[in-house]
């Protein structure tokens, strides 16, 4: 089976690569990464990099809101759905990302990502570095362009409280118990909310589980959605 991943926001597919070897027996992984200034258009980005036929749909933080968008866009070729650290809510206060966009505008948002990099993982000067640093290599690679058209995305999506009961494929919800960015408690709403998720809270685990428990997030993966599939 296709499992489509999508990075965080001003993140690339070295989010994912501690997960590939891992579930690379049962899964064909890919990942796309979106550069879109709204949802919609992100989650179409997606579905056409995704070709035809029937896949999973994976994402963190910005990529797993636009990973809900996505199986609510295609719910017939979407046959699971795993989101890391993305709520259904729309944004209450902008001004977090108003001032997140001047910065990118002024001088490519250099000390905003740097203060995102101390605060995304878990113990970001301990186990969690190494995570952090590969999140400074991501964001390196991003340019303004790609940052400035996610936070555009993030800034204007739709609440989508609502609208996840309708999501009827399995669902996998992985939160860090450390999120900073996203609590646990919105994930655990989600999933009651949903006819067919399961919740899992990562202890000592912030934000980016891939990069900090990426045994853990591809055993949960598996268990999912091979395991169970086959009754075991």
């Avoid at 729309?90 to 966009?101: H, Q």
């Avoid at 998720?197 to 589980?209: I, M, N, S, T, Y």
Wanted: charged fraction near 25%; charge should be negative.
């Amino acid at each position: 089976m296709r499992l489509v991943f999508i990075p965080a926001f001003a993140c690339d597919g070295d989010l994912y690569e501690p997960l590939v070897p891992l579930l690379r027996p049962d899964f064909d992984c890919r990942t796309v990464i979106p550069a879109e200034p709204d949802m919609k258009a992100c989650a179409r980005a997606v579905l056409n990099a995704a070709g035809e036929g029937p896949f999973l749909v994976a994402g963190t933080s910005f990529g797993g809101h636009v990973a809900r968008e996505v199986a609510l866009m295609a719910p017939a070729q979407v046959r699971g759905l795993v989101v890391m650290g993305a709520g259904p809510a729309g944004v209450t206060d902008p001004a977090p990302l108003e001032r997140r966009r001047a910065a990118i505008e002024a001088d490519g948002g250099a000390d905003m990502l740097e203060d995102m990099a101390r605060r995304i993982v878990f113990e970001p000067e301990g186990r969690g570095a190494a995570a952090a640093d590969t999140f400074r290599l991501m964001t390196g690679r991003a340019g303004a362009s790609l940052l400035l058209a996610q936070n555009e995305a993030l800034l204007s999506r739709p609440d989508r409280t609502a609208d996840v009961s309708g999501i009827t494929c399995p669902a996998l919800l992985l939160w860090g118990a450390e999120d900073q960015f996203s609590p646990p408690s919105a994930g655990e709403a989600m999933a009651r909310a949903m006819p067919d998720a399961r919740f899992v809270l990562l202890e000592e685990c912030g934000h980016l589980p891939s990069l900090e428990a990426p045994m853990r997030v591809a055993a949960e993966i598996r268990h999912r959605f091979v395991d169970e599939a086959l009754g075991l």
